[in-house]
């Protein structure tokens, strides 16, 4: 199931922020996030907040229906940003399957955003899409709407990899998907997934190769890691199948960037790699250089001016939330200036610029330039490897590292 929400303060009903956050609007890139929620079948390693058909019932929250809700919810935003926004720099369809609505009802959304908050001449917009899920003729109707990329979940080339993900695409479908997003005139991002239980350094290879010979303009590598109560992790603790090794993980995260390299493609940040900067993902970028976004949709989450609020997880609830002219947010908080130092910084070592020296407290630049001082350790390179490849508990332990070098309270 769907992790759980967050503790935060209480949200109010009219979703009003203070004026200290709407003041940042003008300064910030500011992106749209619109979260589908709807699979056909849930993958058994996913801890999204997704739903499949079957168990939503028919209380306000269904397919044909979504891109209406989703509008209502822009609305709500326009009116809390009272025209303070700039235009939209970048939107992001997540999920979910987005491509399971109809490509009118995602072009509906869209324009919905560009109704009320209009868009940037070169703004970058982007569906996530399973590779069943599209057909040439859906994805001209997003490019003519104005998206501008499609990110394809790939995952592997293997079919026993993605047997055991429980991903039901043909990996045949991946390369007629890419044919058909590149003859609409969209860019192309594919994701990929190592470290599933059973894959070989071989299948993962064959998957990055692949993936490469495809020539897509922009690639994201991700780690599994085994998300509670999820159906993976129910079957590695019955011991059914084995958990993810840390040490293989380091590996195949090594082979990647290695294959990506030689392909030509750019690392930009700890898991994505470009074919070229136009190619980067910008609304990511955003979410790690501390931009604002709102968040449509359930359980979707959204920054502007250090609040943060997060709306109600079930499409049902969201649906009659934003049917009543209320707020669909569950709860919120206010970052103190001491999280958001946090934040930039465990945020910003993610990216290939870095952070300036100047950026850190005194703790981290001495520890930082004590290290480098000592040829003890190639400290960006340490830290990249330990932040994305290893599992959860490797990960809590890198944001140890992180905080110790860094002078993070």
């Given at each position: 199931?769907?992790?759980?929400?967050?503790?935060?303060?209480?949200?109010?009903?009219?979703?009003?922020?203070?004026?200290?956050?709407?003041?940042?609007?003008?300064?910030?890139?500011?992106?749209?996030?619109?979260?589908?929620?709807?699979?056909?079948?849930?993958?058994?390693?996913?801890?999204?907040?997704?739903?499949?058909?079957?168990?939503?019932?028919?209380?306000?929250?269904?397919?044909?229906?979504?891109?209406?809700?989703?509008?209502?919810?822009?609305?709500?935003?326009?009116?809390?940003?009272?025209?303070?926004?700039?235009?939209?720099?970048?939107?992001?369809?997540?999920?979910?399957?987005?491509?399971?609505?109809?490509?009118?009802?995602?072009?509906?959304?869209?324009?919905?955003?560009?109704?009320?908050?209009?868009?940037?001449?070169?703004?970058?917009?982007?569906?996530?899409?399973?590779?069943?899920?599209?057909?040439?003729?859906?994805?001209?109707?997003?490019?003519?709407?104005?998206?501008?990329?499609?990110?394809?979940?790939?995952?592997?080339?293997?079919?026993?990899?993605?047997?055991?993900?429980?991903?039901?695409?043909?990996?045949?479908?991946?390369?007629?998907?890419?044919?058909?997003?590149?003859?609409?005139?969209?860019?192309?991002?594919?994701?990929?997934?190592?470290?599933?239980?059973?894959?070989?350094?071989?299948?993962?290879?064959?998957?990055?190769?692949?993936?490469?010979?495809?020539?897509?303009?922009?690639?994201?590598?991700?780690?599994?890691?085994?998300?509670?109560?999820?159906?993976?992790?129910?079957?590695?603790?019955?011991?059914?199948?084995?958990?993810?090794?840390?040490?293989?993980?380091?590996?195949?995260?090594?082979?990647?960037?290695?294959?990506?390299?030689?392909?030509?493609?750019?690392?930009?940040?700890?898991?994505?790699?470009?074919?070229?900067?136009?190619?980067?993902?910008?609304?990511?970028?955003?979410?790690?250089?501390?931009?604002?976004?709102?968040?449509?949709?359930?359980?979707?989450?959204?920054?502007?001016?250090?609040?943060?609020?997060?709306?109600?997880?079930?499409?049902?609830?969201?649906?009659?939330?934003?049917?009543?002219?209320?707020?669909?947010?569950?709860g919120r908080e206010t970052l103190t200036d001491e999280q958001r130092y946090d934040e930039r910084v465990l945020l910003g070592v993610r990216l290939v610029e870095g952070l300036p020296m100047g950026d850190l407290h005194a703790e981290g630049r001495t520890a930082v330039?004590?290290?480098?001082?000592?040829?003890?350790?190639?400290?960006?390179?340490?830290?990249?490897?330990?932040?994305?490849?290893?599992?959860?508990?490797?990960?809590?332990?890198?944001?140890?590292?992180?905080?110790?070098?860094?002078?993070?309270?």
């Amino acid at each position: 199931m769907p992790s759980a929400l967050p503790d935060g303060d209480p949200a109010p009903a009219d979703g009003l922020l203070p004026e200290s956050a709407l003041a940042t609007l003008p300064s910030r890139p500011f992106g749209i996030y619109l979260h589908v929620p709807f699979c056909s079948v849930r993958c058994g390693y996913c801890d999204f907040n997704t739903y499949t058909l079957t168990e939503l019932g028919n209380d306000g929250a269904s397919v044909g229906t979504f891109a209406g809700a989703a509008v209502r919810e822009l609305d709500l935003a326009a009116s809390v940003l009272d025209g303070r926004a700039p235009l939209v720099q970048t939107v992001f369809v997540g999920g979910g399957t987005p491509t399971m609505l109809a490509a009118t009802d995602l072009a509906a959304m869209l324009t919905g955003v560009r109704d009320r908050f209009g868009l940037a001449d070169d703004a970058e917009v982007t569906t996530e899409a399973n590779p069943d899920s599209v057909t040439p003729e859906g994805l001209q109707v997003l490019a003519d709407a104005g998206f501008t990329r499609v990110s394809l979940g790939m995952q592997s080339a293997v079919p026993h990899v993605l047997r055991t993900l429980e991903r039901t695409h043909d990996p045949a479908n991946v390369a007629r998907a890419v044919d058909a997003a590149r003859a609409a005139g969209l860019q192309v991002s594919l994701d990929l997934i190592y470290g599933t239980p059973g894959e070989s350094l071989d299948d993962w290879r064959t998957s990055l190769r692949t993936a490469t010979d495809l020539a897509p303009d922009h690639v994201s590598a991700y780690a599994l890691v085994v998300e509670d109560g999820t159906k993976l992790a129910a079957q590695v603790r019955r011991g059914q199948v084995p958990a993810p090794e840390d040490d293989d993980e380091a590996t195949k995260y090594e082979i990647a960037d290695e294959h990506l390299a030689a392909a030509g493609y750019g690392w930009y940040e700890v898991s994505n790699w470009a074919a070229s900067e136009d190619a980067r993902c910008r609304h990511n970028e955003g979410y790690w250089a501390d931009g604002n976004w709102w968040g449509v949709g359930p359980g979707a989450h959204s920054h502007v001016g250090g609040v943060r609020w997060w709306n109600v997880k079930h499409p049902n609830a969201y649906a009659a939330r934003v049917g009543a002219g209320t707020s669909p947010a569950h709860g919120r908080e206010t970052l103190t200036d001491e999280q958001r130092y946090d934040e930039r910084v465990l945020l910003g070592v993610r990216l290939v610029e870095g952070l300036p020296m100047g950026d850190l407290h005194a703790e981290g630049r001495t520890a930082v330039a004590g290290l480098i001082a000592d040829e003890l350790v190639d400290a960006p390179a340490a830290l990249r490897r330990q932040q994305v490849v290893l599992t959860r508990q490797g990960r809590l332990l890198a944001d140890t590292v992180v905080r110790r070098l860094l002078g993070l309270r």
